[in-house]
């Protein structure tokens, strides 16, 4: 039986690093300031040729989220080199500069144990267009949904793997949550199995990690420290996890430079954002 990690002791290897306490106590308490500022959104993700917004076609993802550098909304379908790659990506606000210090520091480890370049295919035409930092980010909330009869929990990714270029960087912020890497069509039981703890970073990359193995988070655990809160109604947070990846720069699209078809599917989501937000409320502006 695979022993799972219990997430306090770093792991270094090519194309996987754990990284416990990474972020330091100041920085944890600045992000948890921040996330709890936001207004996170429950998106819906659409079948079907029409993709038309109703309940009908769609189903509500697994946890609020929200996306810093680039909003990919799941209506859209997510960037995807290379088939998916135009009309995905709206501009979304820049990262808080607690978040870039942290990723400044990170860029010996990726230059370590993740060769960038490893990532993309030679034939990429953008291969050069990546910078070797991230520049866009999906803000998880992790917990459990109150005042609907019996609360529901959220807790929980499911099975999947990235398609931006580049290496996915991970912050984990609260209650340790369960990350596991499985081949599906090799076993459905998972290759690592690993605790990621409040503070840590965890860096996939390579053909390993990031293009055969899928991940997933499946549990995560209850306690009272560190305290999150959240601007969402009705949602007992637990945990905060912040996984960052590469688009290049010129499939970032404002509001008004989107397609129609595109902007019919986002518009509420956008009016939602711009009622917290100078920045979409200004993407809204412009249309």
Same mark, same amino acid.
């Given at each position: ?11 270094? !290897? ?25 207004? =996170?959104?429950?998106?819906?993700? @659409?079948?079907? *040729? ?11 993802? $697994? ?8 909003? !990919? ?6 960037? &995807?080199?290379?088939? /998916? ?12 500069? *607690? ?7 990170? $860029? ?5 144990? /993740?060769?960038?370049? /490893?990532? #993309? ?8 267009? $990546?910078?070797?930092? =991230? ?15 019996? =609360? ?19 912050? &984990?912020?609260? !209650? ?19 605790? $990621? #703890? ?36 009705? @949602? ?8 960052? #990846?590469? *688009? =290049? ?6 509001? /008004? ?19 917290? &937000?100078?920045?979409?409320?200004? !993407?809204?502006?412009?249309?």
């Amino acid at each position: 039986m695979l022993e799972v990690q219990d997430g306090k002791q770093a792991i270094l !290897q090519s194309g996987f690093s754990y990284l416990p306490q990474f972020i330091s106590v100041e920085e944890a308490g600045e992000l948890i300031d921040y996330f709890g500022a936001l207004r =996170p959104l429950w998106e819906q993700r @659409f079948h079907g *040729v029409s993709k038309q917004r109703s309940a009908k076609h769609g189903r509500r993802l $697994t946890r609020p989220v929200y996306w810093l550098g680039a909003w !990919q909304f799941a209506c859209l379908g997510y960037y &995807s080199e290379p088939e /998916h790659l135009n009309d995905r990506c709206l501009r979304a606000e820049p990262f808080p500069a *607690v978040m870039q210090n942290i990723l400044d520091r990170l $860029t010996v480890v990726l230059a370590s144990s /993740h060769d960038h370049d /490893h990532d #993309r295919d030679d034939k990429n035409d953008n291969k050069n267009e $990546t910078s070797e930092l =991230p520049n866009t980010c999906l803000i998880n909330y992790y917990g459990r949904e109150l005042g609907q009869g019996q =609360p529901r929990d959220y807790a929980r990714l499911r099975m999947h793997r990235d398609g931006e270029p580049g290496p996915v960087i991970m912050f &984990s912020i609260g !209650q340790p949550g369960l990350l596991e890497f499985l081949d599906p069509e090799i076993s459905p039981d998972p290759e690592l199995s690993l605790w $990621t #703890r409040h503070r840590s970073v965890t860096i996939l990359s390579g053909p390993n990690f990031k293009d055969r193995l899928y991940h997933r988070i499946t549990q995560v655990r209850t306690g009272r420290e560190p305290q999150l809160h959240t601007e969402l109604e009705n @949602f007992e947070l637990r945990r905060i996890s912040v996984s960052f #990846r590469s *688009v =290049p720069e010129q499939y970032i699209a404002d509001f /008004h430079e989107l397609p129609d078809n595109a902007t019919s599917q986002i518009a509420d989501y956008v009016g939602e954002l711009a009622l917290h &937000s100078k920045h979409y409320k200004d !993407q809204l502006a412009k249309n």
